[in-house]
């Protein structure tokens, strides 16, 4: 999900553990005036590594929550979304980005303002840099420079792509790894994403599965709506043959007023909620969720953790560089239907649930690379 700076990769978590748990004395009241300086200093430990502590092995459940209070309190975040294109070579159904960037005409960053949002980034907290669009690989030579720029400061990138202009070698690009869409088996696919007009009308699923196989710095990530709802787990099934990182799943999110049948009701998405649960108890780790992050999409769960969601967590930037307005979603998009497993991976990890906290540097280190 988000990574820990390079330097420290396989440095021992056990003075900061101790650290921290001073720093629960600390809040207790018990010792404040003692301590006042050794809370501020533990305040700032948690803050520069709070992706580190979270993915620690050590750290017991009130700790994680209280690593991820204290980012939220600080308005610090782990995760920055940056769009380094505002073109894809897709249209695919029900896509975010289409819903509102697609038209809008933006400026593109260059290499040098590239390079000044990630150090500013790096700077307010940020260790897992997703880089996406539209078609990130679509401007491949800048993309890869904005990746080594993130690996020289010490942290992880995450390539979210369509993977129809294929995906650099195992390694080539250091310290990253790749989330790549795939809405479902080839039928699934059929549905929402069709051919690719820019690669002579070749079915998406087929080139998705050519970049991947045999990939384990790969995860797949589903959308799930009412066209590819059936298809889960026959998706399941067909990538678990592939030799790949896991499978993430999502559920498309509308906006504000939009009630089109794309859209799976809250009866659908319990029923489809279930059939998740059933098949992370079947293949363990190959979903990389946990069994709460799961849950959390649930319309009764949502309900209840929408108002407080966790959006300082992921910082999203549009393809000038610019903010976007609360969260990748934009301003339109309707939280009290989200289904974002960004969001509800958050929200596990604001419980204190440790399996969440597991899953934080999986696919980095299925990737090799944590």
Not at 118 to 147: A, C, D, K, Y
Not at 169 to 183: I, L, N, P, R, T
Not at 242 to 267: K, M
Request: aromatic share 8%; net charge neutral; hydrophobic share 40%.
């Amino acid at each position: 999900m988000w990574g820990r700076p390079a330097h420290a990769r396989h440095a021992s978590t056990g003075p900061l553990y101790v650290k921290i748990v001073l720093d629960l004395n600390v809040y207790s009241g018990e010792k404040a005036s003692v301590f006042s300086g050794v809370k501020a200093s533990v305040e700032a430990l948690v803050l520069t590594h709070g992706s580190q502590l979270l993915a620690s092995p050590l750290l017991p459940s009130g700790l994680i929550k209280h690593v991820v209070v204290l980012a939220e309190r600080h308005n610090r975040p782990f995760i920055a979304s940056i769009n380094v294109i505002n073109f894809c070579n897709l249209k695919c159904a029900g896509c975010y980005w289409s819903k509102i960037e697609r038209r809008q005409q933006r400026d593109e960053m260059t290499v040098p303002q590239g390079d000044q949002l990630i150090n500013e980034l790096w700077t307010r907290g940020v260790r897992q840099f997703l880089f996406l669009g539209g078609e990130p690989m679509m401007r491949r030579e800048e993309l890869s420079h904005w990746v080594q720029t993130v690996a020289d400061l010490g942290g992880i990138s995450t390539i979210i792509t369509n993977a129809t202009y294929g995906l650099p070698a195992f390694g080539e690009w250091k310290q990253a790894h790749y989330m790549v869409s795939c809405d479902g088996d080839k039928e699934g696919m059929r549905k929402i994403r069709g051919l690719d007009t820019f690669h002579d009308n070749a079915p998406v699923f087929d080139l998705v599965k050519d970049a991947t196989y045999g990939r384990t710095d790969v995860v797949l990530a589903m959308t799930i709506s009412n066209a590819n709802v059936e298809r889960i787990e026959p998706f399941v099934r067909e990538t678990r043959t592939w030799g790949i990182g896991g499978i993430v799943f999502s559920f498309a999110t509308p906006n504000v007023g939009e009630e089109q049948s794309f859209y799976l009701s809250d009866e659908r998405k319990e029923d489809a909620v279930k059939e998740l649960l059933r098949l992370k108890a079947e293949t363990g780790d190959f979903i990389v969720m946990s069994q709460r992050a799961i849950e959390l999409l649930r319309p009764a769960e949502v309900a209840q953790w929408h108002t407080k969601c966790p959006t300082y967590a992921a910082v999203s930037i549009r393809a000038d560089g610019k903010p976007l307005e609360r969260c990748i979603f934009g301003p339109e998009g309707d939280c009290t239907r989200c289904g974002c497993n960004v969001s509800t991976s958050f929200v596990a990890l604001r419980e204190g649930n440790k399996e969440t906290a597991r899953m934080v540097l999986l696919p980095a280190r299925r990737a090799g690379i944590a």
